[in-house]
């Protein structure tokens, strides 16, 4: 079992930045990939982005270049940095973990909320 719990998401305003966290306990061995997803209030969830543990990074295209995602293996947490928020970047991010089983794993989600 893995257990992920977020933090981090909050009131925004167009432009500005706020870094999600998301911290892993429980079978940490056994992560393949973790990354960060998104649903909009409507929409399905989709990939935001996600990291190997080789530090392979993807992105869904409308947040290239201005999200990146990270990881600290060392602290067992992933992080979701976003700068030049847009309003269509208000939904509820979840992080997702997948283990070497094909096993998926998420957190209880965090919202942000854009404040125009």
């Known amino acids: 079992q893995v257990r992920l719990v977020e933090s981090g998401g909050g009131l925004v305003q167009a432009g500005g930045s706020l870094r999600l966290s998301c911290a892993a306990s429980?079978?940490?061995?056994?992560?393949?990939?973790m990354g960060w997803y998104r649903q909009a209030p409507g929409k399905q969830r989709e990939l935001v982005a996600h990291?190997?543990?080789?530090?392979?990074?993807n992105y869904v295209d409308s947040v290239k270049g201005r999200f990146t995602i990270s990881r600290n293996s060392a602290k067992n947490a992933v992080y979701l940095q976003m700068n030049s928020l847009k309003p269509e970047d208000k939904a509820v991010y979840f992080c997702?973990?997948?283990?070497?089983?094909?096993?998926?794993?998420w957190g209880q989600g965090t919202q942000v909320n854009d404040s125009s």
């Open positions: 997702h973990a997948a283990t070497h089983w094909a096993q998926d794993y």
């Open positions: 429980g079978s940490i061995f056994s992560i393949r990939t």
């Open positions: 990291i190997t543990n080789g530090a392979n990074t």
